[in-house]
């Protein structure tokens, strides 16, 4: 199975997707697009008519393109159950999507760079406006998180095996970090990003180890 990878090295749902398939132990080549160069690459022709959404992340499957990174997650978790990256029990699993979702449909898609761009360009905000406008939605989503990750966390997110909530918790507290969240509130997902990061898996699919890294 041949696995391609158009990633950007900052975008947080391609570093999941990353994570996952270093997870899964499945060599993939990257093809980086650049989410800011030319206008934003994620626009091109080529690009378009492999996700018609224009995001990253995507992945070629034997050149198939799938995009939505829970999706791709999904689809690798179905073909590669090992070693997995969702509890067995129904209910846990439910947990785990639960937290995946507070990031996926809950924090990230209102701090995307459209949103930001249409702001600036739309509406006025400054620089300034825009990392306040982000700052104080990563917090709210951060806060739930913090709630779900003391309740039902371990060593990782959820209880002691890794799982997509942390595939989705580290790129986003990198994010918080570039928005200036403070996160001296959130104890439990910076004690779980500290035992997270110095895993390989999770080294080897940071933004600086990426072949476009800036
Ligand atoms: N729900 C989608 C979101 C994809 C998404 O928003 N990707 C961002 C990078 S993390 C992007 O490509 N943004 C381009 C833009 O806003 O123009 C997923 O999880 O894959």
């Known amino acids: 199975m041949s696995l391609v990878l158009r990633s950007y090295w900052r ?24 989410l800011v160069a030319d206008g934003g690459q994620q626009h091109s022709d080529t690009h378009r008519a492999l996700n018609p959404s224009r995001e990253l992340p995507v992945l070629l499957v034997d050149g198939e393109p799938l995009a939505q990174s829970v999706a791709i997650l999904e689809y690798l978790e179905e073909t590669h159950p090992d070693p ?8 846990d699993r439910a947990r785990v999507r639960q937290m995946t979702e507070v ?7 209102v701090q995307n760079l459209r949103v930001m761009q249409r702001l600036g360009r739309e509406y006025d905000f400054s620089r ?7 700052r104080d939605w990563i917090a709210l989503g951060l806060t739930a998180l913090e709630q779900l990750v003391s309740n039902h966390g371990g060593r990782y997110s959820f209880g002691d095996s890794v799982s997509w909530a942390d595939l989705c918790l580290v ?11 403070d996160l001296t509130a959130f104890p439990s997902l910076t004690a ?18 990426q072949p476009d890294a800036a």
């Open 11 to 34: 975008s947080s749902c391609s570093w999941r997707v990353r994570i996952g398939l270093n997870w899964k132990q499945l060599p993939y080549d990257i093809v980086p697009v650049h």
């Open 171 to 181: 790129p986003q507290l990198y994010n918080a970090r570039r928005f200036d969240v």
């Open 103 to 109: 990031v996926n449909s809950g924090i990230q898609p």
């Open 84 to 91: 997995p990256l969702l509890p067995r029990s129904p209910l």
């Open 192 to 209: 779980v990003e500290s035992q997270l990061e110095s895993l390989p898996e999770f080294v080897a699919a940071h933004p600086d180890q």
């Open 128 to 134: 300034a406006d825009q990392v306040g406008w982000s």
